[in-house]
T-cell receptor
Framework: RKEVEQDPGPFNVPEGATVAFNCTYS??????FFWYRQDCRKEPKLLMS???SGNEDGRFTAQLNRASQYISLLIRDSKLSDSATYLC???????FGSGTRLQVQP | EPEVTQTPSHQVTQMGQEVILRCVPI?????FYWYRQILGQKVEFLVS????????KSEIFDDQFSVERPDGSNFTLKIRSTKLEDSAMYFC??????????FGSGTRLTVV
């Protein structure tokens, strides 16, 4: 069973829209996660950490729902530069999933 | 901001040749990793390295692969006899504490 499951997308949204992705996880013992973003043909870059209290950084908000075993990433006022693949990874995991692709359109 | 440095950025090699990919992790990081990504596919774990030894490796990391940390700064991935299917982007990453990985910008390996 995969550690995490994400809708591969693509999510096509207009500039300025609010978009949310979910990531479900299988290991109920997982307590913290990371969101990475990966641009085409580039390395993954750490976007934010997610703990039980959630996390907010500017236009980005991440939440952890332990009861339902999912984490979410909310992007407000999306920009063209937000177009990327977003990957959720449990803190101790070594493997990455395929992520969710976001395409922000003008 | 500290970064992970990888060289070369591109490497073209003939099938059967040995290649060494080089990485300089962030200086105070303790855990080091190699990943690869075949074009259009997801990032795949190869190996993790801690305290001068391999801590985990995937099925991909067979006898053709090896890693070394020959001095206090470099972390290398060697592929002994390259195959066409080794063509991919290879990413080095380092990490410490409870923080996420910092990846290098990768080496694009093309085996011809």
């Amino acid at each position: 069973r995969k550690e995490v499951e994400q809708d591969p997308g693509p999510f096509n949204v207009p500039e300025g829209a609010t978009v949310a992705f979910n990531c479900t996880y299988s290991n109920s013992a997982s307590q913290s996660f990371f969101w990475y973003r990966q641009d085409c043909r580039k390395e993954p870059k750490l976007l934010m950490s997610v703990y039980s209290s959630g996390n907010e950084d500017g236009r980005f908000t991440a939440q952890l729902n332990r009861a339902s075993q999912y984490i979410s990433l909310l992007i407000r006022d999306s920009k063209l530069s937000d177009s990327a693949t977003y990957l959720c990874v449990p803190r101790r995991a070594l493997t990455f999933g395929s992520g969710t692709r976001l395409q922000v359109q003008p | 901001e500290p970064e992970v440095t990888q060289t070369p950025s591109h490497q073209v090699t003939q099938m059967g040749q040995e290649v060494i990919l080089r990485c300089v992790p962030i200086s105070n990081h303790l855990y080091f990793y190699w990943y690869r990504q075949i074009l259009g596919q997801k990032v795949e774990f190869l190996v993790s390295f801690y305290n001068n030894e391999i801590s985990e490796k995937s099925e991909i990391f067979d006898d053709q692969f090896s890693v070394e940390r020959p001095d206090g700064s470099n972390f290398t991935l060697k592929i002994r006899s390259t195959k066409l299917e080794d063509s991919a982007m290879y990413f080095c990453a380092s990490q410490t504490g409870n923080y996420g990985y910092t990846f290098g910008s990768g080496t694009r390996l093309t085996v011809v």
